[in-house]
C-alpha cells in the first residue's frame, strides 16, 4: 500500500443509522482527500478516503448497503436509509478505501495528502500543510484515482 498502514488489526465503523456496520481485519492506509467535481457532488464537499484490501472487509450489519456503479470503473457503498457514504471500490483490483469519517475511533488516523486540487471549489481554502497534487498520483493516493 503506498500510505503507511496502521498495524491495528479490526477497525469498525458504520453509518449514521446503524443499517450498516462494518469491520476490517487487517491494516489500514492514512487518509488522501479528494477534491474532484464529482467527490464534491457526491458528499456536499470534500472527501476523504483510506486504502485496505477488500479481502479484509467484514460486514457485521449490512441491511442498508447499496452500491451505486458510478462509471465501468468504480462503485460506491453507501446507506440507502441515511444515506452516509461508506465506501469507494474500484472495479478491477483487491483494494478499496473507507471514508474515514465513518470509523467508530480515528485515533492516530492522519491526512497525508491531497488529489485533484485543481479541480477544488473557490470556497474553501486548501490546508497548505498536507501535500497537494494538481489530479491523482496513483502510487501514494489511497487508490483513489481514475474515479470517472
Request: glycine share 10%; charged share 30%; net charge negative.
Amino acid at each position: 500500500m503506498g500510505n503507511s498502514a496502521h498495524k491495528e488489526t479490526v477497525y469498525r465503523g458504520g453509518c449514521h443509522c446503524g443499517d450498516v456496520r462494518y469491520e476490517v481485519h487487517g491494516p489500514v492506509d492514512d487518509a488522501v482527500m479528494c477534491h474532484c467535481e464529482l467527490c464534491r457532488k457526491l458528499h456536499g464537499h470534500v472527501s476523504s478516503y483510506a486504502r485496505f484490501d477488500r479481502h479484509h472487509l467484514k460486514l457485521a450489519k449490512d441491511d442498508g448497503l447499496r452500491w451505486y456503479r458510478m462509471s465501468d470503473k468504480t462503485d460506491r457503498g453507501f446507506c440507502k436509509e441515511c444515506g452516509t457514504a461508506l465506501f469507494w471500490r474500484p472495479v478491477r483490483n483487491d483494494n478499496m478505501a473507507l471514508m474515514p469519517g465513518t470509523l467508530d475511533d480515528t485515533k492516530g488516523m492522519t491526512t497525508v495528502g491531497q488529489i485533484y486540487c485543481a479541480d477544488k471549489g473557490d470556497y474553501y481554502p486548501l490546508d497548505p500543510a498536507i501535500p497537494q497534487h494538481d489530479q491523482s498520483d496513483k502510487a501514494d493516493n489511497a487508490g483513489v484515482a481514475d474515479q470517472s
